[in-house]
C-alpha cells in the first residue's frame, strides 16, 4: 500500500470518531411556540427555564431555545410549528392556549410535543386520556377558561346590585364558544343580563367598551384568552378610563392594575412544563406523563383600584382573597 494510502486511511479513521463524538454531544434545540407576543410573556418564560433548571438544563449552556410568537395572530401557528419541525427540534414546546397545541400536533406525530392550554385536552382530542396521553403529547391544563361561570359569581358578588354585565371574548380563539356557554350559565344564576362584546385584534377594544357602556353594563369579564393577557397593560387602562368593575383570569391582570383575578398560577404552570421538556430530554416519553392540572386556584383583589373606582370590597369576599394589592 502507498504511503499516501495509508496516511488517508489514518486521517478517515481519525475524523470518524470525532465525527461522531462532535454528533453526539451536539446541543439538543427546544422549540418554543407561543400565541402571543414575547414582552408581556417575559416572566413566563423565565419560569419555563426554571423548570428545565430544575432538571439541569440551561439555555446557552447544554440546551438551545428557538422562540416563535404569533403575536396574537393565531393564524400564524401553522406555518411557525411547521418551521420548528423543520428545525428538527428536540421537543417541540406548544404554549398560549388550544390554538397553539393544535397547530403543533398538526405538523408533527414524532416530535414530542408538551402543551400549556386552559381547556380540557381529551374534549379538543389533543390526549386520549389525562393520565396516559398516550401519542407524542402531554402537558399542562390551566382550565381556566372553565371557570368563566365562577367569575361571573364573584363579579356579582362584587357588584350585587349590577343588573347586567358584559363579556369580552375572543372570536377567534378555539375555546370563544364554549367561554360563552360557561359565562351565559353563570350569569343565570346569578339573575343578570349578559351583554356579549367581541374583540379579535387591539383596535377592537375601543369599539367592545364603547358597546357596553352604551348597553348599561356595570361590571366586565374579560374573557380567558392568550391574546387578551398580552394585552392586559390596555385592557385594565380601558376598564379604569370607563369606570367598569372588571374581573380577569390572571393575577397578572391585578398586578397590572385591575380590579380583581381569580385563576390558577400561570408562572408556576410554564415551570412545570419546563420540567416536563427535561424529563423528555432524558429520555421520558410524553405519552406516559400524565397531563398535569392545576390544584389550586387563587382570587387577588387590587385594593387601590377599587378604591379609584369607589367600591368596597364585601369583606367575605376580601377574606377569601389569596392576595391581596394595597
Given at each position: 500500500?502507498?504511503?499516501?494510502?495509508?496516511?488517508?486511511?489514518f486521517?478517515?479513521?481519525?475524523?470518524?470518531?470525532?465525527?461522531?463524538?462532535?454528533q453526539?454531544?451536539?446541543?439538543?434545540?427546544?422549540?418554543?411556540?407561543?400565541?402571543?407576543?414575547?414582552?408581556?410573556?417575559?416572566?413566563?418564560?423565565?419560569g419555563?427555564?426554571?423548570?428545565?433548571?430544575?432538571?439541569?438544563?440551561?439555555?446557552g449552556?447544554n440546551?438551545?431555545?428557538?422562540?416563535?410568537?404569533?403575536?396574537?395572530?393565531?393564524?400564524?401557528?401553522?406555518?411557525?410549528?411547521?418551521?420548528?419541525?423543520?428545525?428538527?427540534?428536540?421537543?417541540?414546546?406548544?404554549?398560549?392556549?388550544?390554538?397553539?397545541?393544535?397547530?403543533?400536533?398538526?405538523?408533527?406525530?414524532?416530535?414530542?410535543?408538551?402543551f400549556?392550554?386552559?381547556?380540557?385536552?381529551?374534549?379538543?382530542?389533543?390526549?386520549?386520556?389525562?393520565?396516559?396521553?398516550?401519542?407524542?403529547?402531554?402537558?399542562?391544563?390551566?382550565?381556566?377558561?372553565?371557570?368563566?361561570?365562577?367569575?361571573?359569581?364573584?363579579?356579582?358578588?362584587?357588584?350585587?346590585?349590577?343588573?347586567?354585565?358584559?363579556?369580552?371574548?375572543?372570536?377567534?380563539?378555539?375555546?370563544?364558544?364554549?367561554?360563552?356557554?360557561?359565562?351565559?350559565d353563570?350569569?343565570?344564576r346569578?339573575?343578570?343580563?349578559?351583554?356579549?362584546?367581541?374583540?379579535?385584534?387591539?383596535?377592537?377594544?375601543?369599539?367592545?367598551?364603547?358597546t357596553?357602556?352604551?348597553?348599561?353594563?356595570?361590571?366586565?369579564?374579560?374573557?380567558?384568552?392568550?391574546?387578551?393577557?398580552?394585552?392586559?397593560?390596555?385592557?385594565?387602562?380601558?376598564?379604569?378610563?370607563?369606570?367598569?368593575?372588571?374581573?380577569?383570569?390572571?393575577?397578572?391582570?391585578?398586578?397590572?392594575?385591575?380590579?380583581?383575578s381569580y385563576?390558577?398560577?400561570l408562572?408556576?404552570?410554564y415551570?412545570?412544563?419546563?420540567?416536563?421538556t427535561?424529563?423528555?430530554?432524558?429520555?421520558a416519553?410524553?405519552?406516559?406523563?400524565?397531563?398535569?392540572?392545576?390544584?389550586?386556584?387563587?382570587?387577588?383583589?387590587?385594593?387601590?383600584?377599587?378604591?379609584?373606582?369607589?367600591?368596597?370590597?364585601p369583606?367575605?369576599?376580601?377574606?377569601?382573597?389569596?392576595?391581596?394589592?394595597?
Open positions: 500500500m502507498r504511503r499516501r494510502d495509508v496516511l488517508a486511511l486521517g478517515a479513521a481519525v475524523a470518524w470518531p470525532f465525527a461522531a463524538r462532535t453526539q454531544t451536539a446541543m439538543p434545540v427546544i422549540g418554543f411556540l407561543n400565541s402571543a407576543s414575547p414582552g408581556p410573556f417575559a416572566h413566563l418564560v423565565a419555563f427555564r426554571q423548570g428545565l433548571g430544575e432538571t439541569g438544563f440551561v439555555e449552556r440546551v438551545a431555545i428557538e422562540y416563535r410568537w404569533a403575536e396574537g395572530r393565531y393564524d400564524r401557528l401553522p406555518e411557525l410549528a411547521k418551521e420548528l419541525v423543520r428545525r428538527q427540534v428536540a421537543v417541540l414546546i406548544a404554549t398560549g392556549g388550544e390554538v397553539s397545541a393544535f397547530a403543533a400536533k398538526a405538523a408533527t406525530s414524532t416530535i414530542p410535543i408538551v400549556a392550554i386552559g381547556g380540557d385536552p381529551i374534549a379538543g382530542g389533543l390526549v386520549e386520556s389525562l393520565s396516559r396521553p398516550g401519542g407524542n403529547l402531554t402537558g399542562l391544563t390551566q382550565f381556566t377558561g372553565v371557570l368563566e361561570a365562577k367569575r361571573i359569581g364573584l363579579l356579582h358578588e362584587l357588584v350585587p346590585s349590577a343588573r347586567a354585565i358584559a363579556v369580552l371574548v375572543n372570536p377567534s380563539f378555539a375555546n370563544a364558544q364554549a367561554q360563552l356557554r360557561d359565562t351565559e353563570g350569569a343565570r346569578a339573575g343578570v343580563r349578559l351583554i356579549t362584546v367581541s374583540a379579535k385584534v387591539e383596535s377592537d377594544f375601543e369599539p367592545a367598551f364603547a357596553l357602556i352604551q348597553q348599561r353594563a356595570e361590571a366586565l369579564l374579560v374573557g380567558s384568552d392568550p391574546f387578551f393577557n398580552s394585552r392586559r397593560d390596555r385592557l385594565v387602562a380601558l376598564s379604569a378610563r370607563h369606570k367598569v368593575p372588571t374581573i380577569y383570569e390572571f393575577r397578572e391582570f391585578a398586578a397590572a392594575g385591575g380590579l380583581m385563576g390558577t398560577n408562572a408556576d404552570g415551570r412545570q412544563v419546563g420540567v416536563y427535561g424529563r423528555i430530554l432524558k429520555g416519553k410524553p405519552g406516559d406523563l400524565p397531563v398535569l392540572q392545576p390544584t389550586k386556584f387563587e382570587l387577588v383583589i387590587n385594593l387601590k383600584t377599587a378604591k379609584t373606582l369607589g367600591i368596597t370590597i369583606q367575605p369576599l376580601l377574606l377569601r382573597a389569596d392576595e391581596v394589592f394595597q
